[in-house]
């Protein structure tokens, strides 16, 4: 599994999670539930245009909509003690998604640091 994927799917399970957390575990008295699952699922929607449009900068929009879930999930975690493994879930899933959107460059900064310490110096 690439990392592209593994992001994608990571925030594809956030989604999900919210669905069921919203609808089945946690379902709101006043409004809907689908409005909480709605409002759930925005800042997932850059994520999901840059990868139906095929863009290389897809795992990074899915990044950056992970920050916004892996705050909900510690703001859940200390506000909620009924929900506490929900919470819990969506700041590893958030914390997986983070890191392999972020793998890609890592690993190209960490390979370059290599060859530069394995390329003999130059004389100038």
Known sequence: MTARTLSLTALAAIVLLHAV???L???????????????????????????LRGSRLAPIWAGCASL??????????????ASTLQAALEVGLALLCIGAAGWPG????LSRATASL???????
């Open 106 to 109: 890592l690993r190209m900064k």
């Open 68 to 81: 916004l879930y892996f705050c909900h999930g510690v703001a859940e975690l200390f506000a909620a003690p």
């Open 118 to 124: 394995t390329s003999p110096p130059t004389d100038r």
């Open 25 to 51: 575990l946690a379902a709101p008295s006043r409004v809907p539930a689908m409005v909480p699952v709605l409002l759930a699922c925005v800042p997932a929607v850059p994520a999901a245009i840059a990868t």
């Open 21 to 23: 957390w919203w609808t």
